[in-house]
């Protein structure tokens, strides 16, 4: 019932859901048209994601980590270089769902500002899960609609990965030194042989994303081990971000089919700069994953699309389902007020936009 509970509350799916049903009275979906293999990867994904939070491999990085920091600026740089690096290879929904109440309780027993520091991780987070293919799902989406190779993929995203890093380098030098006691370290243990294995699977997923072995033998083995390890850790498994896809599929397929709406999109997609702005733009007002697979499907410039999708999980709320996630976790367990948060995190975040927007389109304009 819980796992019903999620789904149905679900904001972005009920969306999905809504203009999906509309567009089912102008056309009927073509089965070709839904990306089995995108599904399969992502099923797979969320499920292995599932698998490390469960073996709490991130809480122990995290206390180990954070147990060598004695002042406000290392702490801030530990927790986000951290939050940047789960990222990459967990997720930023997993991330920012684990390191921003650690922190908090670490920033409530000393004293510490809160804001930055859970605004850097919530960052991190976004910048990391852009670097990898499964760190961000629609990345598996631009991966699977257009082919890319992994060497295209990290040529794309490594660039993206080094300017954001060295922007955030500068955010830090502005943090006060302030001396805070040591963090003792917690008595987390690692399971190694459940790591170990899925890490050899996680290994196997990627190539099962490249399309070098078929995703479904990757996603079968993933599922089976979480149902070896604890089988209710299949409960955990963001099913709405599912059928979100499998609802964007069925609604494109639809739309596909109406000439008059395929003229618009393509004329708002037409070339390399406007694939890239719209991107962004529809990121704002209905998340980076639905805005990729709708602007996926009808454009053919890939590069614009990946940086445009990931740098469009910065500016609102909405832009990325990590940043929702930030402002849940942070009303949940901080001692500051709520609406300076909004603000302050809100103006973080779009400057944030802007100034990814230019380095973005640096990138694609000199082709770096």
């Given at each position: 019932?819980?796992?019903?509970?999620?789904?149905?509350?679900?904001?972005?799916?009920?969306?999905?859901?809504?203009?999906?049903?509309?567009?089912?009275?102008?056309?009927?979906?073509?089965?070709a048209d839904i990306n089995f293999h995108t599904l399969w990867s992502v099923a797979a994904?969320?499920?292995?994601?599932?698998?490390?939070?469960?073996?709490?491999?991130?809480?122990?990085?995290?206390?180990?980590?954070?147990?060598?920091?004695?002042?406000?600026?290392?702490?801030?740089?530990?927790?986000?270089?951290?939050?940047?690096?789960?990222?990459?290879?967990?997720?930023?929904?997993?991330?920012?769902?684990?390191?921003?109440p650690l922190y908090l309780n670490i920033a409530k027993r000393y004293k510490l500002p809160?804001?930055?520091?859970?605004?850097?991780?919530?960052?991190?987070?976004?910048?990391?899960?852009?670097?990898?293919?499964?760190?961000?799902?629609?990345?598996?989406?631009?991966?699977?609609?257009?082919?890319?190779?992994?060497?295209?993929?990290?040529?794309?995203?490594?660039?993206?990965?080094?300017?954001?890093?060295?922007?955030?380098?500068?955010?830090?030098?502005?943090?006060?030194?302030?001396?805070?006691?040591?963090?003792?370290?917690?008595?987390?243990?690692?399971?190694?042989?459940?790591?170990?294995?899925?890490?050899?699977?996680?290994?196997?997923?990627?190539?099962?994303?490249?399309?070098?072995?078929?995703?479904?033998?990757?996603?079968?083995?993933?599922?089976?081990?979480?149902?070896?390890?604890?089988?209710?850790?299949?409960?955990?498994?963001?099913?709405?971000?599912?059928?979100?896809?499998?609802?964007?599929?069925?609604?494109?397929?639809?739309?596909?089919?109406?000439?008059?709406?395929?003229?618009?999109?393509?004329?708002?997609?037409?070339?390399?700069?406007?694939?890239?702005?719209?991107?962004?733009?529809?990121?704002?007002?209905?998340?980076?994953?639905?805005?990729?697979?709708?602007?996926?499907?009808?454009?053919?410039?890939?590069?614009?699309?990946?940086?445009?999708?990931?740098?469009?999980?910065?500016?609102?709320?909405?832009?990325?389902?990590?940043?929702?996630?930030?402002?849940?976790?942070?009303?949940?367990?901080?001692?500051?007020?709520?609406?300076?948060?909004?603000?302050?995190?809100?103006?973080?975040?779009?400057?944030?936009?802007?100034?990814?927007?230019?380095?973005?389109?640096?990138?694609?304009?000199?082709?770096?």
């Amino acid at each position: 019932m819980t796992v019903l509970k999620n789904i149905a509350k679900d904001r972005i799916l009920q969306i999905t859901v809504l203009i999906t049903v509309v567009s089912l009275f102008f056309a009927r979906p073509r089965l070709a048209d839904i990306n089995f293999h995108t599904l399969w990867s992502v099923a797979a994904m969320l499920t292995l994601i599932q698998i490390y939070a469960y073996l709490h491999v991130l809480d122990v990085l995290a206390y180990k980590l954070t147990s060598i920091a004695d002042n406000t600026r290392k702490l801030n740089m530990l927790f986000t270089v951290l939050a940047v690096i789960a990222g990459m290879f967990l997720g930023n929904d997993i991330t920012v769902l684990t390191l921003i109440p650690l922190y908090l309780n670490i920033a409530k027993r000393y004293k510490l500002p809160q804001i930055l520091p859970v605004t850097l991780i919530g960052m991190g987070a976004n910048i990391g899960a852009a670097f990898t293919p499964w760190g961000n799902p629609h990345n598996i989406f631009l991966v699977s609609r257009f082919d890319i190779k992994p060497l295209v993929f990290f040529k794309w995203s490594v660039p993206y990965l080094i300017i954001s890093m060295a922007i955030m380098i500068l955010v830090f030098i502005f943090i006060p030194k302030k001396e805070i006691p040591v963090q003792k370290t917690e008595p987390i243990r690692i399971s190694w042989r459940p790591t170990i294995i899925t890490t050899a699977v996680f290994i196997f997923f990627f190539f099962g994303v490249f399309r070098i072995v078929n995703i479904v033998w990757p996603m079968l083995i993933a599922i089976i081990l979480a149902l070896a390890i604890n089988p209710r850790i299949m409960l955990k498994i963001d099913y709405a971000l599912l059928l979100t896809f499998t609802g964007f599929f069925i609604f494109i397929s639809d739309i596909q089919q109406i000439p008059a709406i395929v003229n618009l999109i393509h004329m708002t997609v037409h070339s390399e700069s406007s694939t890239y702005f719209a991107s962004i733009l529809t990121s704002q007002i209905m998340s980076n994953v639905p805005s990729t697979i709708l602007v996926g499907k009808f454009t053919n410039y890939a590069q614009a699309l990946f940086l445009g999708s990931n740098i469009g999980g910065f500016g609102s709320a909405i832009g990325s389902m990590a940043n929702m996630l930030v402002m849940k976790t942070f009303n949940q367990h901080a001692t500051v007020s709520r609406k300076k948060f909004f603000i302050q995190w809100t103006i973080m975040q779009f400057a944030g936009l802007i100034i990814l927007t230019i380095v973005g389109l640096g990138l694609l304009i000199f082709r770096i």
